[in-house]
C-alpha cells in the first residue's frame, strides 16, 4: 500500500557544516507551526539523536545501514513516522561519504533507499561560484540523487549570498530555501567531536529557541515543507516488528533496569522497544542519587559520559555496593561502552582517580584522543549469558578510555574482534558469572539476538529466585 509520507534529508558536502543545529532549528520552526515532526538521524549516532529527541518531544530512531538490511530501515520509518505531520532526517558527514568506493552506507544511498528529498547545506566561507561548481557535481556524481534545496551557510553578506544564489540557480537549477549568516555566540559548542549533549546543558532550552528563530529569520520554511509533501510514495506497508508473546510470571512482567542519568543515556529507541514487547517491565535507575538497586531480574547500562560525571558516581558508593553485590548474587546484567567502564574499579580522569563499582578487575584511562571509533564486527567465540558461539555481530563504539588490566588478573573475553578496536584491537566483552561488558554497541533491529538473550536469562533469574523462595 502506497504510503504518502511528506520528508526530507538534511545533508552536507562535509561534517561541520551545520547540519544538527539547522536541523534542530527546523523541526522547532515546524512544531511552533503546530506540525507533528518525527525525527531520524542517519548514522549510529546517540548525542544527534538526543537533541533531535529533545527539541521533537518524540523519540528519535537511527537509520543506519551497516546496522540495519534497507528492509528494516524502510520498515522503521514507515512505523515511526505514521503519526507524524513531516519528518526530518539528519545525514552524517559529507552527503557521500561511505564505507567503501561505492558509497556504502552514505546519506546519499538512505535518500534513495527512501525516495527522500535532499537539501544540502553548504559552507560557503570564502567561496562564491565555485559553490555551483560543487552542487553541479554532486548532481552529475548521482544523477539518481533528488537534490530538491540548497542551504547556505556562514554567508558574509547580501552580495556574497546574491553572487552565490544566482549562480546555483542559474547552473544547477536547483533553489536555494535559505541563506544563514556567520552566526555570533554559538549555543552548541562541540566536545569528542560532536555536539555537547542535551542532557548536561542547563539552558538546552534557550540553544533550540536560538535555533529556531536563525531558521525562521533566514530559511523559506514553507517552500521546504512544500518540497517535503511532493515526496514521492512508499509503497512497503509497516511489517510486524516483534513475533514475541509477553512473558509474565504469576501475572507479573519481568523486571528490567535500565541506569538513565546525566551519566548513562546512550540507547537506541529500539533496544528499550523490543524489551518492552517481549513484555518487560523497564525500570529507570539513576545510578547518582539513587542509594541502591531496586529488584530487578536483569540490568541494561547503556553507555554516556561517566567521566563527565565521575564525582557523583564515586560519591554514590552505597548504589555501586548494591550493584556490585547484585553482580555476585548472579543479576544479569548487559553494560556497552561508559556501563563498561562504570563496572570497572577506577575510573581516571584528569589526572584524577575515582572509584567505580569494581565487578571487573580492570581500571579505565580517559585518553584525549579517541582509542576507539566507528563500525564493529565482532565474533562471539566464548561461553557467556547472552549469545551462542559462533554468532556475528554487528555494532558501534566510540571512546576515549583505555582499558587498565589488574596485574595478573584473568578476565575472559567473548568476542573476537573482525572490525574495530574492542578491549586491545582483537578482542572484546568481558564476562565474570551473568555480566558481559563490551565497548560496542548493538541495534535491536539488526540484531534480535541481543534483546532475546537478555530477556532469557532475566527468565533464568527469576525462575532460580522463585525455586529458592519455594524452597
Not at 518524540?58 to 513516522?81: A, G, H, W
Not at 551557510?153 to 542559474?170: A, T, W, Y
Not at 517481549?278 to 545510578?287: F, P, Q, T, Y
Request: glycine share 8%.
Amino acid at each position: 500500500m502506497p504510503a504518502n509520507l511528506p520528508r526530507m534529508i538534511i545533508s552536507a558536502l562535509k561534517g561541520d557544516s551545520g547540519k544538527t543545529m539547522l536541523s534542530i532549528g527546523v523541526v522547532s520552526a515546524l512544531r511552533e507551526k503546530s506540525y507533528k515532526v518525527a525525527t531520524f538521524k542517519k548514522g549510529p549516532d546517540f548525542i544527534d539523536a538526543g537533541w533531535l529527541s529533545f527539541v521533537s518531544a518524540r523519540p528519535c530512531y537511527n537509520l543506519d545501514p551497516f546496522l540495519m538490511t534497507k528492509e528494516q530501515i524502510l520498515n522503521s520509518f514507515l512505523v515511526n513516522s505514521s503519526t507524524a505531520d513531516i519528518s526530518l532526517i539528519e545525514g552524517n558527514r559529507g552527503l557521500f561519504d561511505g564505507l567503501d568506493l561505492e558509497g556504502q552506507c552514505s546519506t546519499a544511498e538512505l535518500a534513495k533507499t527512501l525516495k527522500t528529498p535532499v537539501f544540502i547545506i553548504v559552507d560557503v566561507t570564502m567561496v562564491t561560484r565555485t559553490a555551483a561548481a560543487l552542487i553541479m557535481g554532486c548532481q552529475k556524481f548521482d544523477p539518481d540523487l533528488e537534490i530538491t534545496g540548497i542551504i547556505l551557510n556562514r554567508v558574509g553578506g547580501f552580495r556574497h549570498q546574491s553572487l552565490i544564489r544566482n549562480s546555483i540557480e542559474k547552473y544547477c537549477d536547483v533553489p536555494v530555501v535559505g541563506a544563514i549568516p556567520k552566526l555570533k555566540g554559538n549555543m552548541f559548542p562541540e566536545r569528542h567531536m560532536g555536539l555537547v549533549p542535551h542532557i548536561e546543558r542547563t539552558y538546552a532550552a534557550k540553544a533550540v529557541e536560538w535555533a529556531r528563530k536563525v531558521v525562521e529569520e533566514n530559511v523559506d520554511l514553507d517552500r521546504i515543507r512544500e518540497i517535503a509533501c511532493k515526496a514521492k510514495a512508499l509503497h512497503q506497508s509497516p511489517q510486524v516488528e516483534y513475533h514475541e508473546s509477553p512473558v509474565t510470571f504469576g501475572g507479573k512482567s519481568l523486571r528490567i533496569g535500565i541506569i538513565r542519568d546525566k551519566a548513562f543515556w546512550f540507547y537506541y529507541p529500539e533496544n528499550l522497544d523490543h524489551l518492552r514487547h517481549m513484555g518487560a517491565e523497564l525500570v529507570e535507575i539513576n545510578s547518582m542519587i539513587d542509594s541502591k538497586l531496586p529488584e530487578l531480574d536483569a540490568l541494561y547500562i547503556g553507555g554516556g559520559f561517566p567521566e563527565m560525571q565521575a564525582h557523583a558516581l564515586a560519591s554514590n558508593s552505597e548504589f555501586r555496593t548494591s550493584l556490585r553485590l547484585a553482580i555476585e548474587r548472579g543479576l544479569p546484567v548487559y553494560a556497552e561502552c561508559g556501563g563498561l567502564i562504570y563496572l570497572g574499579e577506577d575510573l581516571i580522569a584528569d589526572h584524577k582517580t575515582y572509584p567505580m563499582v569494581g565487578a571487573i578487575p580492570m581500571k579505565f584511562l580517559m585518553e584525549k584522543k579517541p582509542q576507539g571509533h566507528g563500525y564493529t564486527v565482532l565474533e562471539v567465540c566464548g561461553e557467556n549469558p547472552f549469545y551462542s558461539p559462533g554468532t556475528v555481530l554487528k555494532g558501534h563504539e566510540f571512546h576515549y578510555s583505555k582499558p587498565l588490566p589488574k596485574a595478573h588478573a584473568k578476565i575472559p573475553s567473548v568476542f573476537k574482534v573482525i572490525r574495530g578496536q574492542g578491549l586491545d584491537g582483537s578482542s572484546d566483552g568481558v564476562v565474570r558469572k551473568n555480566l558481559l561488558a563490551t565497548y560496542s554497541h548493538v541495534h535491536a533491529r539488526g540484531n534480535k539476538l541481543w534483546g532475546k538473550g537478555l530477556f532469557s536469562a532475566a527468565i533464568d533469574f527469576r525462575k532460580l529466585g522463585e525455586k529458592k523462595f519455594s524452597e
